[in-house]
């Protein structure tokens, strides 16, 4: 298969745990006979920096004309604690997020048998836990209207009925081909917004009667999935819930370094780690790359290339177990190995396979 990657490494650790997904890619590639080619475009705050606009035209150019985009991570402290600041890293994410018509943010939450101990919870609790949290990632509170004064300031959380429905889609195709359950997560006892939610899922609900459905109230989701992390096969939620939702069922994986993303929509879609650009360890070899490789194996995968993504969870699997790991999960007295170690024990495992 012949694909045209646009790189985006952006901030912060971008740039290391970047390299390591370009390296596994090419290592892939190799090995199956694809024909990769990268294409390298700014984003976040090294492009306000070099044009004074956290996405710009040319980086969604680069975008529009790839298969798939790579994306790592923005964000920078400078911006962080100047609630003055015109333009923000953030922005750019958003701006991508939107021009890319990327509605849906597909965020899978999986344990791994040598890692249950790191999670905060309970090994009995987290082990075998397995489930998809389909995000809305275009509209709600992040996209409606906004005002902001020195003494008043609103947010509108707007949603539409079709895009309402095209997420709910989304959640009922991934269903049909895992354990056939939905919970659809909204906060209906209080909000308009998810009272439209609540009936639109209600009639898409009856399309898949295969597929068994429940709603249940963000507060008390938030709750349940540490309770009983098993309980879920595909979450469905709207923007800021599901922002808030996949941070916490990080903890059940027990690092953020390990979750990886993927958003599709209308144009090209885009593999991300779901962490940040954890700024304090830039440049210092640390960062776990394996949520970022991971989002690679996503990406073979959403190209119907299944084999290449197996290949690739297989060698994080194989990397765990021997114990070739970033420091923040590395087992007592192990050696913490650094971002481009583990990534060059996963591509030596790739060749050699
Ligand atoms: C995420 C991030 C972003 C979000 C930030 C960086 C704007 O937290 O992808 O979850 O809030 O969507
Ligand atoms: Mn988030």
Redesign the pocket.
């Known amino acids: 298969m012949n694909l045209k990657i646009a790189v985006l490494p952006g901030d912060g650790i971008g740039p290391e745990i970047s390299q390591q997904g370009v390296d596994v890619m090419s290592a892939l590639s190799h090995r199956f006979g694809h024909q990769v080619s990268f294409e390298y475009a700014l984003c976040g705050a090294e492009a306000i920096d070099a044009v004074g606009d956290p996405f710009p035209e040319e980086t969604f150019q680069t975008c529009m004309r790839a298969d798939a985009v790579l994306f790592s991570a923005?964000?920078d402290p400078r911006f962080d604690n100047d609630p003055t600041a015109k333009v923000r890293p953030?922005q750019g994410?958003?701006a991508m997020r939107k021009r890319l018509g990327l509605f849906a943010?597909i965020r899978p939450i999986q344990t791994f048998p040598s890692l249950v101990h790191k999670s905060p919870l309970k090994d009995d609790i987290v082990s075998g836990a397995d489930f998809i949290c389909i995000r809305e990632?275009t509209g709600g509170l992040?996209f409606g209207e906004k005002y902001e004064d020195d003494d008043r300031a609103y947010d509108t959380n707007v949603y539409t009925r079709p895009e309402i429905e095209r997420i709910l889609r989304v959640a009922y195709e991934y269903a049909m081909r895992r354990r056939r359950h939905v919970t659809v997560v909204d906060k209906a006892n209080i909000l308009a917004s998810s009272r439209l939610w609540r009936k639109v899922a209600q009639e898409i609900a009856q399309e898949y009667p295969d597929v068994t459905t429940d709603y249940m109230y963000v507060d008390n989701a938030s709750m349940r999935m540490i309770q009983e992390p098993r309980f879920f096969d595909v979450i469905v939620t709207e923007?800021t819930f599901g922002?808030i939702l996949?941070?916490e069922a990080s903890c059940i994986t027990g690092s953020m370094g390990l979750l990886p993303?993927a958003s599709t929509g209308e144009h090209t879609p885009v593999f991300e780690p779901?962490h940040?650009s954890w700024p304090q360890a830039k440049g210092k070899n640390i960062a776990n790359p394996l949520a970022q490789i991971l989002s690679v194996a996503m990406l073979f995968e959403h190209f119907g290339l299944a084999e290449e993504g197996r290949l690739v969870r297989q060698a994080v699997d194989a990397s765990l177990e021997a114990n070739v790991r970033t420091p923040e999960i590395q087992v007592p007295g192990g050696a913490p190995f650094g971002t481009s170690e583990v990534g060059r024990w996963i591509v030596d495992y790739i060749h050699k396979r």
Do not use: C
């Open positions: 923005i964000g953030e994410l958003l943010n990632l992040y923007n922002d996949t941070d993303s779901i940040g």
